[in-house]
């Protein structure tokens, strides 16, 4: 879940040094955390959120296949 999601952000954003990604796995969820560059932010949420909603979709699509639960925070 991680490596997909990272390697969505990373063809988002400018500075793909400074892209971060946690996971934490509990009782069947998995949070996610996005760290970007502050320059960057505006390229992953998107206009109203739009990009990062669709990120949500894509990662809660592979969850389905892990039959978790997934959040993702930026």
Do not use: P, Q, Y
């Amino acid at each position: 879940m991680k490596e997909l999601v990272e390697a969505i952000v990373k063809e988002l954003v400018e500075d793909k040094e400074a892209v971060e990604i946690e996971e934490n796995r509990n009782d069947g969820e998995v949070n996610i955390v996005i760290h970007v560059a502050d320059s960057d932010k505006g390229r992953v949420i998107g206009v109203r959120g739009n990009i990062i909603n669709s990120i949500r979709t894509i990662a809660r699509s592979a969850a389905i296949k892990e039959d978790v639960k997934v959040n993702i925070k930026i």
